[in-house]
């Protein structure tokens, strides 16, 4: 999601997040999200959380893939 869609989604993740929850933000740029993000999904699917055609994880994984299409070089 493009951060100014989460601040202003009242649906978004960062929306839902409790005031004293900590989070964890991956931006684009690093070169390590795409993978990170399927690692986290793939890890919700075996753990039972979901289902791989959830649109939670579906989301995730267009998310990665976008940022790998959309990555600027640096």
Known sequence: MLKKDELTDPNSCFSKAKDSERMFVLLARDIVAPNTIRFWA????????????????????ECARLMERERVPQ
């Open 42 to 61: 793939n890890e919700r699917i075996r753990l039972g959380k979901n289902k791989f055609y959830d649109s939670q994880i579906q989301e995730a994984f």
